[in-house]
């Protein structure tokens, strides 16, 4: 919509009041109609610079809502961030399938992934301006072959042109990189046991958590926990091929790689530390502090770069109220 308003054409409005009155009176009100003109133009100056505090404005204010894949997979569900209430009615998974990951496109929409068996599939996800659910489309011709486990991971590139998601064969992970416009893939694995989480995007770079595991006691322990980031542009192969950028601290063990900084997320105490490294290990920052109910899970950029989400028992998104979580397997907003 265009709100620009132009003057009245010579000769049409003011023309005609000229043939009726005197020349000094046609004077006196052309100067009065002058005046007038600039007091409108001025107000819709004023107006515009409004319109352009409010479109500013409208840019930074964070997502409102939040979206949950249940527990059980069966269902997603959407929450208002300011009120933690549901909105709209739970959407049904797929027949036969269960929904396990979400994340957030910058364009509004979510990419979901759903398995059924040793396969794991796509849609895009769509809330109207009130946040109820809209429509689910599956993403045609796109899917990811291999067992979806507790241990998976998606990450959606901000634009939404690349997937990526963890697999696992036994403590093996495959991690599978899709194009859903062209269907194009990328894998990479690894023989060593490990877990692969806080998979992140910054442009063709895709980070993550490598979390090495051994046997003690009959129990997997993770033994430490290192920001990797890959090249998705380069070739495929062996994830050895990534390069280590950060052992996280003590307490720390999720962390989003934004290309210029590392943001890692340290629970001591029930609070919970986002604190920002430069890529070669240095402390910078301290981003946020936030009081949670559990252990930091899951920690996700919004792509529109209004903050972080957090899920420590609760789902917790940056300089928002906490959003009831203990019933949810993924959340994004």
Avoid: C
Wanted: glycine share 10%.
């Amino acid at each position: 919509m265009n709100d620009r308003r132009e003057d009245p054409p010579p000769d049409t409005s003011l023309g005609s009041w000229k043939g009726l009155v005197p020349i000094g009176i046609a004077a006196a009100v052309a100067l009065a109609v002058g005046a007038g003109v600039d007091v409108v133009r001025e107000h819709q100056r004023a107006a515009k610079k409004r319109e352009a505090k409010i479109a500013a404005d409208e840019q930074e204010t964070p997502a409102r809502w939040v979206v949950g894949v249940t527990e059980s997979g069966a269902a997603l569900v959407v929450r208002d961030v300011q009120t933690g209430e549901n909105v709209g009615l739970p959407v049904a998974a797929p027949p036969d399938r269960r929904f396990h990951r979400v994340a957030a496109v910058r364009d509004g929409s979510y990419i979901v992934a759903s398995y059924a068996g040793p396969e794991v599939t796509f849609q895009r996800f769509h809330l109207d301006e009130d946040g109820r659910p809209k429509d689910l489309e599956d993403i045609p011709d796109v899917s990811v072959a291999g067992a979806s486990t507790k241990w998976s991971e998606l990450a959606v590139s901000p634009d939404g042109d690349r997937i990526a998601y963890v697999t696992y064969k036994g403590t093996r992970a495959r991690v599978e990189v899709v194009s859903p416009e062209t269907g194009d893939h990328k894998v990479w694995t690894t023989q060593s046991p490990g877990r692969i989480g806080s998979l992140s995007w910054a442009d063709a770079t895709l980070s993550f958590v490598w979390s090495p595991v051994r046997s003690v006691g009959g129990e997997l322990r993770e033994i430490k926990h290192e920001v990797r980031i890959l090249d998705t542009s380069g070739s495929t192969g062996d994830l050895r091929m990534s390069k280590a950028v950060l052992t996280l601290p003590q307490g720390g063990t999720a962390a989003v790689y934004t290309g210029k900084t590392i943001v890692v997320g340290i629970v001591k105490d029930s609070q919970l530390t986002l604190q920002s490294y430069t890529p070669d290990g240095r402390p910078g920052e301290v981003l946020w502090k936030q009081n949670v109910k559990g252990d930091l899970t899951d920690l996700d950029a919004n792509p529109s770069d209004s903050g972080f989400l957090a899920t420590a028992g609760d789902v917790y998104p940056q300089d928002a109220r906490p959003v009831p979580g203990e019933d949810l397997a993924d959340a994004a907003w």
